[in-house]
Nanobody
Framework: QVQLVESGGGSVQAGGSLRLSCAGSGSTYSSCMGWFRQAPGKEREGVAAIDSAGSTVYADSVKGRFTISKDNAKNTLYLQMNSLKPEDTAMYYC???????????????????WGQGTQVTVSS
C-alpha cells in the first residue's frame, strides 16, 4: 500500500516561488511519481512527472519554471515552482502510478495512488 502526504502549499504573489513536498510510504520507489493540479471547474491536469530512472516530463505551461525531483533515501518527491503566475493557482496533488508509456506520464488516469492535495494560490 502507498500513502502520500503533500505539504508546502500557500499563497504567494506573482513572480514568487514555492516548493511542494510529498512524503511517501510504501513501495513508491518503483513507481512513476507525478504532480497534478486541479483548479475549480477544470479537469485535473498533469504538471510534472519523474520515473524510477529519473526521467522527467513537464507540461508546456510550466517548462522552465517548475522542477520536479525526488530524494529516494527520504522517499520524498518535490516540486520547485518559480516565477509563479496567477494561472498556476490550483490544488496540487502528488500521485504514484505505473504508466506504461512515457506519453502517459502526465495522464492522471494512469496513477492509482493520490495524496490529499495542497492548495497553491498566486495573486497578481
Amino acid at each position: 500500500q502507498v500513502q502520500l502526504v503533500e505539504s508546502g502549499g500557500g499563497s504567494v504573489q506573482a513572480g514568487g516561488s514555492l516548493r511542494l513536498s510529498c512524503a511517501g510510504s510504501g513501495s513508491t520507489y518503483s513507481s512513476c511519481m507525478g504532480w497534478f493540479r486541479q483548479a475549480p471547474g477544470k479537469e485535473r491536469e498533469g504538471v510534472a512527472a519523474i520515473d524510477s530512472a529519473g526521467s522527467t516530463v513537464y507540461a508546456d505551461s510550466v517548462k522552465g519554471r517548475f522542477t520536479i525531483s525526488k530524494d529516494n533515501a527520504k522517499n520524498t518527491l518535490y516540486l520547485q515552482m518559480n516565477s509563479l503566475k496567477p494561472e498556476d493557482t490550483a490544488m496540487y496533488y502528488c500521485a504514484a502510478g505505473r504508466p506504461y508509456l512515457y506519453s502517459d506520464y502526465l495522464n492522471y488516469r494512469q496513477f492509482g495512488y493520490w495524496g490529499q492535495g495542497t492548495q497553491v494560490t498566486v495573486s497578481s
